[in-house]
Nanobody, 126 residues
Framework: VVQLVESGGGSVQAGGSLKLSCVAS????????MGWFRQAPGKEREGVAA????????YYGDSVKDRFTISQDNAENTVNLQMNDLKPEDAATYYCAAARGVRNFGYLTPSEYGLWGQGTQVTVSP
């Protein structure tokens, strides 16, 4: 069973930074795509960032462009999300996701992914 384990969540003040990590229990080279999503209470799950494994292409939601950076560490089977200049509206549970193949729903669409982590909480105070 493939497991994705997120870490790095916490509480910060607006303008602060956090780095989230997602460690896979398998070689991430076996994945086609990995991404980060977030979900705040009462809201739909939102695509934050995605990266094609083994590629340098990255994709970001409009609300996080120029503030968040997704990166992959194949040696550690990890995908990271560096979050800078955090805003209160960034507060949510953040989920790591992975896709073994292409489903053509879109890289920032939850339906593109078949594997999910349990999530890590991010709180941003004004």
């Amino acid at each position: 069973v493939v497991q994705l384990v997120e870490s790095g969540g916490g509480s910060v003040q607006a303008g602060g930074s956090l780095k989230l990590s997602c460690v896979a229990s398998v070689d991430i080279g076996s994945m086609y795509l990995m991404g980060w999503f977030r979900q705040a209470p009462g809201k739909e799950r939102e695509g934050v960032a995605a990266t094609v494994i083994g590629d340098q292409d990255t994709y970001y939601g409009d609300s996080v462009k120029d503030r968040f950076t997704i990166s992959q560490d194949n040696a550690e089977n990890t995908v990271n999300l560096q979050m800078n200049d955090l805003k209160p509206e960034d507060a949510a549970t953040y989920y790591c996701a992975a896709a073994r193949g292409v489903r053509n729903f879109g890289y920032l669409t939850p339906s593109e992914y078949g594997l999910w982590g349990q999530g890590t909480q991010v709180t941003v105070s004004p």
